[in-house]
């Protein structure tokens, strides 16, 4: 099974959600691999999102395809680098990965700009996931944002899943944050909602929601 995490924009919780599934996996006994194959604003110092996600699954991961250290969108740091992020490139990279569950987290938002004529919507399509997940913050604005997702998704992509959305808390709350779980339901813009706490992806909240997550697949 491939899965793919996507989001509505960048820094949303995408990595959060995705180490919380890969370890839910573990726990299940399911041979699994965490991939961030396209990630910018890497640093000497402290672990990189891809880091955490390898880390997180069972198989070893190593000699990512593109990483950058500039936090730009990454058509831009590859630019830099006078390099182009290639769809193929990156495909055959998670091809080559065969544990029984990939989880791939994409870089930015949906149709963030993966070079001048790919964005991450050309990149989900071209790997063909079992399951979608687009994750959003749980705040304010986020009914428009997932709506757009949505639209995009079934006008430029109507074979991929319909994806599962997953609302990730933000800090701080606002007074949109206790009812839109309810009304994405409402909206029937997706076969499932589930909401992520702000604590560990260890941690009981987020283990509960992983488990949620994936009972939707089955």
Not at 14 to 28: M, P
Not at 57 to 69: E, I, Q, S
Not at 120 to 142: K, M, Q, S
Not at 193 to 207: A, I, K, T, W, Y
Request: proline fraction near 8%; include cysteine; aromatic fraction near 4%.
């Amino acid at each position: 099974m491939r899965i793919v995490v996507v989001g509505t924009g960048t820094g949303v919780g995408k990595t959060h959600v995705s180490v919380a599934l890969l370890e839910a996996l573990r726990r299940r006994g399911a041979p699994c691999a965490g991939l961030k194959p396209v990630e910018t604003g890497l640093t000497p110092s402290g672990s990189s999102d891809r880091e955490l996600l390898a880390s997180a699954g069972t198989f070893h991961v190593k000699h990512w395809p593109y990483g950058f250290a500039e936090p730009l969108s990454p058509h831009l740091a590859a630019r830099l680098h006078e390099q182009e992020i290639e769809l193929e490139v990156v495909s055959a990279w998670v091809d080559a990965v065969s544990p029984a569950v990939a989880v791939v987290e994409t870089a930015g938002g949906l149709l963030s700009p993966l070079s001048e004529s790919t964005t991450n919507l050309d990149l989900v399509t071209r790997l063909a996931p079992d399951e979608l997940l687009v994750v959003g913050p749980n705040r304010l604005g986020i009914l428009h944002e997932m709506s757009a997702c949505i639209a995009t998704l079934r006008a430029s992509a109507p074979r991929l899943p319909g994806p599962i959305l997953v609302l990730s808390s933000p800090d701080p709350h606002d007074g949109s944050s206790a009812s839109n779980h309810v009304e994405l339901l409402s909206l029937r813009m997706s076969r499932a909602v589930v909401s992520f706490p702000r604590d560990e992806p260890l941690g009981r909240g987020s283990q509960e929601a992983a488990e949620t997550v994936l009972k939707c697949f089955t």
